[in-house]
C-alpha cells in the first residue's frame, strides 16, 4: 500500500511526471539530442513510439500469462481482473504506439497510412484485442467464471497476433541511415523506456482497481434482483 500522504496527492504527482516526462521529451528532441547523435526529423519519433510499442507488447504479455494462469492453475477472480486491465491498457498504449507511427510514416514516406505491412499488421494486432474487450463486454453468461474461462481462451489466442508483428514490424522497419545511436541518444531512449513502462503498470494497476469496484458492484446489483 501507498502511504498515506502519497494517495492523498497522488494525481498531482503523476501530473508532475507526465509533464516533467514531456518536457524533458521536448528538450532532447528538439534542443539536446542533435549534439548526442545525427538525427533527423524523421527519426525523432523512434524515442516515443518504441517504448510505447513494447509497453504495448508487455501489456498483452501479462494478459496471456494471466489467462494461462486462470486456466490451468487457479480460477481466481483476481487473474481475471489483471487479464481484462492489462487487456485495456494494452488497446490504450496500441493506440498511441499506432498514433506515432502514422506520425513517422507521414514524414519519412509521405503519407499517414498506405496499408504496408508494418502499419497493417500492428493494426490488426490493436483489433484483435479491442475485439477481445468488446467480445468479453457482449458475452450474456450466467456466471462470471464462464465470462472469464472465455476471456482467458480469447486472451491465448489473440496473442499469436503479437510476435507476429514483432517479427514482420522488426524484418522489415524503416532503418535510415542517417539514425544513429550515440550514447546520449541511447541513454534517452532508455530513460523513455522506463518511465513509460512504469506509467504503463501504474496504469494497469488503476485499471483493476476499477474494475475491481465495477465487479464487486456488479454482484451486489445481482443479490439485490435475486432478492426482489
Known amino acids: 500500500m501507498l502511504p498515506e500522504n502519497v494517495r492523498n496527492n497522488e494525481k498531482w ?29 524523421s527519426g525523432h519519433p523512434v524515442f516515443l513510439m518504441v517504448p510505447f510499442a513494447f509497453a504495448t507488447y508487455v501489456c498483452f504479455g501479462l494478459t496471456l500469462f ?10 481466481d477472480q483476481k487473474l481475471d481482473l489483471i487479464l481484462l486491465s492489462s487487456a485495456q491498457v494494452g488497446v490504450v498504449l496500441g493506440a498511441i504506439t499506432i498514433i506515432i507511427g502514422m506520425i513517422w ?22 483489433l484483435v ?10 458475452l450474456e453468461v ?19 497476433s503479437v510476435p507476429l508483428s514483432y517479427v514482420i514490424v522488426g524484418i522489415i522497419h524503416p ?9 546520449g541518444a541511447g541513454m534517452f531512449l532508455m530513460i ?5 513502462g512504469g506509467f504503463a503498470l501504474y496504469l494497469i494497476f488503476q485499471a483493476y482497481r476499477l474494475n475491481k469496484i465495477d465487479f464487486e458492484l456488479q454482484k451486489i446489483r445481482k443479490v439485490r434482483m435475486e432478492e426482489a
Open 142 to 160: 450466467d456466471s462470471h467464471e464462464r465470462r472469464a474461462t472465455i476471456s482467458a481462451i480469447f486472451g491465448i489466442l489473440a496473442f499469436v
Open 192 to 196: 523513455n523506456f522506463v518511465f513509460i
Open 13 to 41: 504527482i503523476i501530473f508532475t511526471l507526465l509533464t516533467g516526462f514531456l518536457i524533458f521529451n521536448f528538450y532532447m528532441v528538439f534542443i539536446s539530442i542533435k549534439s548526442f547523435a545525427g538525427f533527423t526529423v
Open 175 to 183: 532503418n535510415p541511415p542517417e539514425m544513429s545511436y550515440s550514447t
Open 66 to 75: 494471466s489467462g494461462i494462469l486462470y486456466l490451468v492453475w487457479r480460477r
Open 129 to 138: 484485442y479491442v475485439g477481445l474487450l468488446i467480445f468479453r463486454d457482449m
Open 105 to 126: 510514416a507521414k514524414v519519412e514516406w509521405g503519407a499517414f497510412w498506405d496499408w504496408n505491412p508494418r502499419e497493417t499488421i500492428t493494426l490488426v494486432m490493436w
